[in-house]
């Protein structure tokens, strides 16, 4: 078994690159779209995003996967590094999804795209006002995604390497 561990971080640490890049075209929409009025390209920044998913969610499963295998193999359970770094993903992957929820699926919905809530696919509506996206564009703020997504990974990756308890 323990053969097996070289594979398994080698997977563990190119799905979270594989994560990470995949994730890239969400990131700068975030940062780009916040200044954007024209309502075609609030919309293809929004697809661009969306269009990368399901290689970020995969990619998260098999990291999350390898994550939770590898403290068995080494029976390293006992560890906190090991759940604090568990527990810190788990806060990151809840709290992206209610930020995205409230943000970006609701920016979906403003401006007649196809959007998702609770995990059901709704028809694109009548988009909202230019007045009502404008509002809800300047609404949003990307230092919360940026502690949420970069700093609390970063301390996930530091308790990885230190291992400091």
């Known amino acids: 078994m323990l053969a097996l561990i070289p594979w398994l971080v080698f997977i563990h640490i190119l799905s ?26 609030i919309r293809a920044m929004l697809d661009l995003s969306a269009s990368t998913i399901g290689v970020m969610f995969i990619s998260f499963l098999v990291m999350g996967l390898t994550g939770l295998v590898m403290p068995f193999i080494l029976k390293i359970w006992n560890k906190g590094w090991v759940w604090a770094s568990i527990i810190l993903m788990v806060i990151v992957l809840v709290q992206m999804g209610v930020m995205n929820d409230k943000r970006y699926k609701h920016l979906r919905r403003m401006v007649g795209l196809p959007y998702m809530i609770g995990g059901k696919n709704f028809p694109a509506e009548e988009p909202a006002s230019q007045q009502e996206v404008e509002a809800h564009l300047k609404k949003l703020k990307v230092g919360e995604l940026v502690v949420v997504g970069y700093v609390i990974p970063m301390i996930v990756l530091w308790l990885m390497v230190f291992k400091p308890f």
């Open 16 to 41: 979270a690159l594989t994560f990470f890049l995949a994730h890239g075209a969400s990131i700068a929409m975030a940062f780009k779209i916040r200044g954007e009025t024209d309502f075609a390209r």
